[in-house]
């Protein structure tokens, strides 16, 4: 068993004082997908919603965080941001909109997925990783993507940590070693019509992440058109 004093010194100072780290501390399993949604697609990736549909589906649910988390991509951003400005105008709630990526990454010999969020305007390290498609050399490594994260001040998040061919015991504490923020804790693996994080895993995960002092986030990971779904 890992001592308490050697999970503190894993834990992100950068996280505590991160803008989205208090809603990402906040998280529930009642949080997605009616209150926050932190990891969804667009057709500027792999989705099937355009920015506008998105938006648009974002207010219908009543949101209060977004972040769009195409596949090294931050295309949609800049249109959901016109939609989410142009109905407050009118006096329409609109959700609290994060930039955000999906990257792809090596992590203990894995290829994995890494969630970048809340990361600035000006987020030139994170250029490579923005091209369309994944990198290829020792830009490909987990170490290489936190620190263009951090450089860009965003949040490292590890990507539906039970999703691939490693355990995710195995996956969130390496992680959690080289300095991530925290992990996706709650997620729709049986890919319901409407949204449910899956019981026991999502669950485990949750309790993995506590016990480390990292950070929780949850998002439907929509690439149909419904935003409720997967």
Do not use: K
């Not at 950068?14 to 529930?28: F, K």
């Amino acid at each position: 068993m890992v001592e308490a004093a050697s999970l503190h010194q894993w834990v992100s100072p950068q996280h505590r004082r991160h803008p989205l780290a208090p809603v990402l501390a906040s998280i529930t399993p009642q949080c997605c997908p009616g209150r926050v949604n932190l990891h969804c697609h667009t057709t500027c990736s792999d989705g099937s919603l355009q920015p506008a549909q998105l938006a648009a589906q974002a207010m219908a649910l009543g949101l209060e965080h977004l972040a769009v988390t195409d596949h090294h991509a931050l295309g949609a951003h800049g249109a959901v941001a016109d939609c989410f400005a142009a109905a407050a105008a009118r006096g329409q709630a609109v959700p609290v909109l994060w930039r955000g990526v999906e990257i792809s990454c090596l992590l203990e010999g894995c290829l994995v997925h890494v969630l970048a969020l809340g990361f600035e305007a000006e987020h030139d390290p994170l250029h490579p990783y923005l091209q369309g498609c994944s990198v290829v050399g020792p830009a490909l490594r987990a170490e290489a993507v936190l620190e263009a994260i951090r450089a860009a001040n965003g949040l490292a998040v590890l990507a539906h940590p039970a999703r691939y061919r490693l355990p995710f015991q195995r996956l969130i504490a390496a992680a959690a070693e080289l300095g991530f923020d925290g992990a996706e804790a709650w997620y729709d693996y049986g890919m319901q019509p409407s949204w449910q994080p899956t019981p026991v895993v999502c669950e485990a995960i949750a309790r993995d992440l506590e016990r480390r002092g990292l950070l929780s986030s949850c998002g439907t990971d929509t690439h149909g058109l419904e935003l409720h779904g997967r």
